[in-house]
């Protein structure tokens, strides 16, 4: 069992940075992935970014590869996902997502899901 908790959404103007956090607590995380997903009012849940916890391999969106970068800190069980370049398309409800296994684009793969952050980014 995990419990992930994600901070650091807010309201940003268009071109400016976020760094979302997600600390995880409970069984290891050594042989799990962690990911980012997001969600839009009236869209589907979409893949956002996704790291492998041993390896440290990543993974992203086309949308958001060269503005996005995510990370992990080992001894602290948190995942970042810092934001640069922001656009009014990037508003959604982020969701971090933790499962044992490799990483995954697909919101099912994943069973342990924070409750959200917003992130707004205004024109």
């Known amino acids: 069992q995990m419990t992930l908790v994600e901070s650091g959404g807010g309201l940003v103007q268009a071109g400016g940075s976020l760094r979302l956090s997600c600390a995880a607590s409970?069984?290891?995380?050594?042989?799990?992935?962690m990911g980012w997903f997001r969600q839009a009012p009236g869209k589907e849940r979409e893949f956002v970014a996704a790291?492998?916890?041993?390896?440290?391999?990543?993974y992203y969106a086309d949308s958001v590869k060269g503005r996005f970068a995510i990370s992990r800190v080992n001894a602290q069980s948190t995942v970042y996902l810092q934001m640069n370049s922001l656009k009014p398309e990037d508003t959604a409800v982020y969701y971090c997502a933790a499962r044992y296994g490799g990483s995954s684009r697909y919101h099912r793969d994943y069973a342990y899901w924070g409750q959200g952050t917003q992130v707004t980014v205004s024109s």
């Open positions: 409970g069984r290891t995380f050594s042989s799990s992935a």
């Open positions: 790291i492998t916890w041993i390896s440290g391999s990543t």
